[in-house]
C-alpha cells in the first residue's frame, strides 16, 4: 500500500463511499478512493464552515470541480454533520429523490455550493467565487468578509480549454485565496495519461503566477502542511497531489478501471480485509464518527465571533451588508430606469441598442455599487465600463474584470460570482460568441443562478463583418434552452425595461440581447406600466376595422414592422404591431391576456433578422415569416437587409400574399 498507513478517518470516506457506490450497481470510485486523505486534511484542520448554518456568508467555500466523483461530497457531508446528509440518504445514492445524486446539485443549505459534472465548469465557478469574495472584502472589510475558496480537479477539468483560461486569468489577478487540488492520478478513462497529453501540467500553472506545491496525495501531514503555506502565499495555489486512482480496491486501483468500473460486494470485503476496516456497509466506529463531528465543530467559535462582529455594525451598515449578501435590490433603482424610460421617449438621436444598455449601467453605477462586469475584451464597442474601476491584482475595489478573450470562463467564473452571493454579476460578449460560453449559460440555468449574460451585435445589422459574426441561430437556440429568460428589446424605453425585469429576475439566469445599430424609437409615448414585462405587447393596434394583419417582431425589427404597418394602413388594411421582447414571459401570461394580444382571425407575420425556428407557434396555420433563412454576409447592413428581404416592403408584401390566400 505504499510507505504511508492510511488513516481511519480518511477510510471511513472510502467506506462510505464504497459501500453506496455497491449498493447503487454504479458511480465513480475513482476519487473518493483517491483523494481521501485529501478530503480529511482540509476539512479536520482547515476549512472554515459550520454544518448548522451551512450558509454561513463568511465560510470557506469547497467546491468538488470533478464532481463525479460525487461520493466523497456526500461522505464528507455525513462525516461532519450536515442534516441533509443522514446515512439513509448515503443509501439512496443515486436513487431519484436523493441528496445523493449522480453528480453534485448546487444545494448551499445542504453544504453543496454549485453544480458540478461538465469538466472544468467547477474550477471556473472557484474562480468567481474568490473574485466575490475578493471584492468584497475591499468594500465591507476583512472583519465581515475573510474566507477562502477550495476546489478538488482532476485530469479532465486541467484539459478543458475552460481550465487553462482559469489558470491563466486566476494567476494574473492574483488571487490569493483560491486553492485547487490536483487529483495527479495520472489515469484517465481512456486509460493512462500519456494518450493523450505530454506537458508539465504543475508548470502551466507556474508559469501563469501561481504557487504550485507537489506532495504525495495519501501523506496528510504533507497535504495539510502545504495548505498551510498556501494560505500564506499571495498567489492562487495549485497543491498537486500524485495519488493512486480508486486506492484500497485492489482489482482496480491504479489503472484505468479504477475510475468507474463496477465495484462488487467483493470487492467491498476485500477492501474491508486489506485496511483492516471490520465494519458492516455504511457503519463507521463511534471514536472516528465523533472526530468527524468534532471537526464540523472546529468553526464554532470564529462563526460566533463573526456573528458578533455584524451585530455590533452601526444599524445602518449592518442592513446594508445583510441586503447585498441576500441579493435584495435597493431603495431607489427602480427610479433610476423609470426616469430613463421618461427620457427615452424623446430622446434624439436615438444611440445604438448595445450603446443604451450601457448608458442605462452606468446610471446604476451609485445605486447598485454589487453590479460586477466581466467583458471579453469589449470594452470600446460594448462600452460598459465607463465609471467603473477595474477589479485587479492591485485594485480589488473595482466592478469590471478585464477577461481577455476568454468568454467560456467568463460565463463560469460570473456563475461562480452568483453562487457566492453578495455581487449581481454580468457576462459581457458579442452574441455570436455567445457558443463560447453556452457551457456556463447552460449551468446557470440549470442552477438557477441570476446572471445577466448580456450581448451585442445580434444579427445581420452589424454589417461588415461578415457571417462569422452574425449569429442568426442563436436566438433560436437560447429560447430552446429550460429556464434561461430571453429579452430582445425594440428600443431604449425597452431596453430600460428589460433591464428592470432582468434585474428583479431571481429564479435564474437572465440574456439581455442589443443590437450594435441604431435603435429607432418605437415608444413615443410614456406608459409608467412596464410593457415588457407581459413579454409581448399591443405596440399600435389596427386602425379602421378589426385587425386583417398582426405583425410580431423583435428587436430591431420592431421599427420595420411598424413602418410597414403605416403603409398597410394607407391601403385600407387594418394591421397591428405586437414587440415582442420575451417570449418566455409572454408564455407565462393566462390565456385571456395572451388572446388580447393576438386574438383569433386574420392573418400573422412574424419578422426577426434570424431564424424561423420556434416562430410557429405564435404565427398560427396561416402564418408567414420575414426574416433569415441561412446564414448572412458581408457588406452595409442596410444592403444586407435588403438583400435578405427584411424590409418593410417585404412585410407588406407578406401579409399581402397570406390574404390573398385566405
Known sequence: MGKHELSPLANAIRFLSIDAIVRAGEGHQGVPLGMAEIATALFMRHLKFNPADPAWPDRDRFVLSNGHGSMLL?????????AGFPIEELQRFRELGSHCEGHPEIDPANGIEVTTGPLGQGIANALGMAVAEACLQARFGPELVNHYTYA?????????????????????????RLVLFWDDNRITDDGSTELSISEDVAQRFRVAGWHVAEVDGHDLEAVSQA????????????????????????????QRGGHSGRLHPADADAARKLLDWPHAPF??????????????????????????????????????????????????????????KRRAVDAEPPPGGILVSAEINDLLTEVLPERMVACADLEAPMNHKRRLKAFTADERGGAYVHCGVREHVMGSMANGMAAHGGVIPLSLTYLA???????????????????????????????????????????????????????????????????????????????????????PAVR??????????????????????????????????????????????????????????????????????????????????????????GWDRYLGERGGFVGMTGFGASGPAEALYEKFGITPKAIVGEAKRLLAAA
Open 524 to 613: 413615443r409615448s410614456h406608459v409608467a406600466e412596464n410593457l415588457s414585462r407581459r413579454g409581448a405587447y399591443v405596440l399600435a393596434e389596427a386602425v379602421g376595422g378589426s385587425r386583417a394583419v398582426t405583425l410580431l417582431a423583435t428587436g430591431s425589427e420592431v421599427a420595420l414592422a411598424v413602418e410597414a404597418r403605416t403603409r398597410l394602413q394607407e391601403e385600407g388594411i387594418p394591421t397591428a404591431v405586437v414587440s415582442m421582447p420575451s417570449w418566455e414571459l409572454f408564455d407565462r401570461q393566462d390565456a385571456a391576456y395572451r388572446a388580447s394580444v393576438l386574438p383569433p382571425g386574420g392573418v400573422r407575420v412574424g419578422v426577426e433578422a434570424a431564424l424561423r425556428f
Open 74 to 82: 456526500y461522505s464528507v457531508l455525513h462525516l461532519t454533520g450536515y
Open 283 to 340: 457503519e463507521v466506529p463511534r471514536d472516528i464518527a465523533q472526530a468527524w463531528r468534532d471537526a464540523g465543530r472546529r468553526s464554532q467559535d470564529e462563526y460566533e465571533a463573526w456573528q458578533s462582529r455584524v451585530a455590533a455594525l452601526p444599524a445602518a451598515q449592518r442592513a446594508e451588508f445583510r441586503r447585498v449578501l441576500a441579493g435584495e435590490l435597493p431603495a431607489g433603482w427602480r427610479g433610476v430606469l423609470e426616469e430613463y
Open 433 to 519: 460568441f455567445s457558443d463560447y460560453e453556452r457551457p456556463a449559460m447552460r449551468m446557470a440555468a440549470l442552477m438557477g443562478l441570476p446572471v445577466k449574460f448580456v450581448f451585442s451585435h445580434d444579427s445581420i445589422g452589424i454589417g461588415r463583418n461578415g457571417p462569422t459574426h452574425q449569429p442568426v441561430e442563436i436566438l433560436a437556440s437560447l429560447r430552446a434552452m429550460p429556464n434561461m429568460l430571453v429579452l430582445r428589446p425594440a428600443d431604449a424605453v425597452e431596453a430600460a425595461e428589460c433591464w428592470e425585469v432582468a434585474l428583479e429576475h431571481r429564479e435564474g439566469p437572465s440574456t439581455l440581447v442589443f443590437a450594435r445599430q441604431t435603435l
Open 152 to 176: 478538488f480537479v482532476g485530469d479532465g477539468c486541467l484539459q478543458e480549454g475552460v481550465g487553462q483560461e482559469m489558470i491563466s486569468l486566476a494567476g494574473h489577478l492574483r488571487l490569493g
Open 227 to 254: 495548505i498551510t503555506a498556501a494560505r500564506w502565499d499571495t498567489r492562487p495555489s495549485l497543491i498537486a497531489c500524485r495519488t493512486v486512482i480508486a486506492r484500497g480496491i485492489e482489482r482496480l486501483q491504479g
